[in-house]
């Protein structure tokens, strides 16, 4: 059993940064892979990142390829979303999630977080 709760959003203007923190409860977050994930209003969930339980590989969805990365610590059980030149198209309820394997569909992940907003004003 893994408890996420999510940090960071907020609301920017187009072009800044924001980070994303997840926090994860429970001794096994080390063998969780871990997903980023978005929705927007009157749209359906999309996958945004994804890192295995080791951080050794990453995957992004295209939109966000070059502009943000994503990036674990183990030891401090927490995943973060880094995310530059942010865009409009970019607001959205960020959420993070577990499961056992690495994936970027998020049907298959098991955990969620409650989500946090990022607003990215024009």
């Known amino acids: 059993q893994v408890q996420l709760v999510e940090s960071g959003g907020g609301l920017v203007q187009a072009g800044a940064s924001l980070r994303l923190s997840c926090a994860a409860s429970?001794?096994?977050?080390?063998?969780?892979?871990m997903g980023w994930f978005r929705q927007a209003p009157g749209k359906e969930r999309e996958f945004v990142a994804a890192?295995?339980?080791?951080?050794?590989?990453?995957d992004y969805a295209d939109s966000v390829k070059g502009r943000f990365t994503i990036s674990r610590d183990n030891a401090k059980a927490t995943v973060d979303l880094q995310m530059n030149s942010l865009k409009p198209e970019d607001t959205a309820v960020y959420y993070c999630?577990?499961?056992?394997?690495?994936?970027?569909?998020?049907?298959?992940?098991?955990?969620w977080g409650q989500g946090t907003q990022v607003t990215v004003s024009s």
């Open positions: 429970g001794r096994t977050f080390s063998t969780y892979a």
């Open positions: 999630a577990a499961r056992w394997l690495f994936s970027v569909r998020d049907y298959e992940y098991d955990y």
């Open positions: 890192i295995t339980a080791s951080g050794a590989r990453t």
